[in-house]
């Protein structure tokens, strides 16, 4: 059986596997028999890959296959530090599980998106997970947080998510609600209201905040920064999903 390396994001995680994408991620996101349930997000990472903080040769090792011939599913290689010590071009497709174990995978795009002169929402996968608004486009709050940071910290990567705010995003004050799914809103839109362009460029919504979030609010896709290098993963439209991948698409809306 092939080895598999996998980049999990809830939580933060190096994983050796034998289980193919599919099957690991509904093996991460369930359990054993569907014992349990919960979104899974995480990217494959070149089997070959290789760095002198992780023993990837000795989970391999460990990662063999039961008498009964059944495949192991996870050996952890590390939990911590994980983001900082990959390289951009060992990681491939990112997955996204839903909590009832289907997986859509994701290539990465050639460019990012073109800014929009709008209020954004960043849910902050790794190696965080605050809930940010932000009047910056997603490439300059990256380098805000990493590269060229405005406050004392900075991160050396980061994965994170756009989520969308509806009406919010160019209205705050007024925008309707509509069907906005977030427990939240008041403070979401008390927040949206505090941002300024020059004083107050981020605001946090939530310090800590749940890794789980409808797959249906991406806004345009997920972001993946490693020092200077920032890439980008298209969501499919929910026209596409709706009609490719409909399995997977109510899956994610039960």
Request: glycine share 6%.
């Amino acid at each position: 059986m092939s080895m598999h390396l996998y980049f999990s994001l809830i939580p933060e995680a190096l994983i050796a596997s034998m289980l193919p994408p599919e099957r690991f991620g509904q093996y991460y996101a369930t359990g054993h028999k569907f014992k349990s349930k919960g979104q899974a997000l995480f990217f494959e990472i070149d089997p070959s890959f290789r760095h002198e903080y992780f023993d990837i040769d000795g989970a391999f090792a460990r990662c063999a296959a039961k008498a009964d011939g059944t495949p192991k599913n996870s050996v952890y290689i590390s939990m911590y530090r994980v983001m900082e010590h990959l390289t951009m071009n060992a990681i491939g497709q990112l997955y996204l599980t839903t909590a009832m174990g289907a997986t859509l995978g994701l290539s990465r795009g050639d460019t990012l998106p073109k800014p929009e002169p709008e209020l954004h929402m960043y849910q902050d996968l790794a190696p965080i997970n605050s809930l940010v608004v932000s009047i910056l486009d997603p490439a300059t709050y990256y380098a805000d947080v990493t590269t060229k940071p405005s406050k004392f910290f900075r991160f050396p990567g980061m994965c994170f998510v756009e989520l969308g705010l509806g009406p919010l995003a160019r209205d705050p004050a007024n925008g309707q609600e509509g069907d906005l799914p977030y427990s939240f809103l008041q403070h979401l839109r008390e927040a949206l209201l505090e941002l300024r362009p020059v004083s107050k460029q981020n605001k946090l919504v939530h310090r800590v905040h749940s890794l789980e979030f409808p797959y249906r609010m991406v806004k345009n896709g997920f972001y993946l920064g490693i020092g200077s290098e920032l890439v980008y993963y298209p969501m499919l439209s929910q026209a596409v999903l709706r009609r490719d991948y409909s399995n997977w698409w109510r899956s994610a809306n039960l």
